[in-house]
């Protein structure tokens, strides 16, 4: 019997044939801390991570989890909302970041009234463009099964299908053929 892979896992493992030691990466959704630290291990103590989060409680258990595996050092987290990512990320790093992880959604444990909005998302996602390095790239995992989730699900895929296939490779992945099953979308940044 094949166990099902979680869209969060196979990011990861997409992640990995991008991500090299030194390498500047943002994760806009830190949560409790799991891609966080992910993208950390990758770039290694010579590269960089910026977090997200709106939730204190979400910077808490990330900045925690990170201390527990001393990559604390070459992360920085940032309490406030994604929507501010570009002016947040300081101007030398806009165009090379190698990839942006966005895990939407509510805190794994948390109140789950407190969700990812649909125009603070997109907005994020528009500027997390601006700020990928040539053959960067940017994964988005989307619940539409919440509630609020289906609309900014949907308003992302809209956004996501008119992208330039001569500018971005695009590939969408469903974890299963429900309508309310997660999704992750991928956003390759071609040479210029």
């Not at 040539?134 to 609309?151: Q, V």
């Not at 490779?169 to 309310?180: A, F, H, N, P, W």
């Amino acid at each position: 019997m094949n166990k099902r892979v979680s869209l969060t896992t196979q990011a990861h493992h997409i992640l990995l044939n991008y991500l090299n030691t030194g390498d500047i990466t943002i994760d806009a959704t830190v949560g409790n801390g799991h891609d966080t630290l992910f993208l950390a291990r990758q770039v290694g103590k010579q590269g960089f991570v910026f977090g997200f989060d709106v939730q204190q409680q979400a910077i808490i258990s990330t900045k925690s989890r990170l201390q527990s595996e001393d990559f604390i050092d070459n992360v920085e987290l940032i309490h406030a909302c994604h929507s501010t990512i570009e002016h947040a990320i300081p101007p030398q790093y806009h165009g090379i970041i190698k990839a942006i992880m966005f895990n939407l959604g509510y805190l794994p444990g948390g109140d789950k009234r407190i969700i990812s909005k649909t125009d603070s998302t997109l907005a994020a996602i528009q500027q997390s463009i601006t700020l990928l390095a040539p053959t960067g790239i940017i994964t988005i995992t989307a619940y539409p099964g919440h509630s609020g989730g289906e609309l900014e699900t949907e308003i992302i895929k809209q956004w996501f299908e008119q992208l330039s296939p001569k500018h971005y490779t695009r590939q969408l992945i469903y974890s299963s053929e429900k309508i309310t099953a997660p999704r992750l979308f991928i956003i390759k940044k071609h040479l210029s």
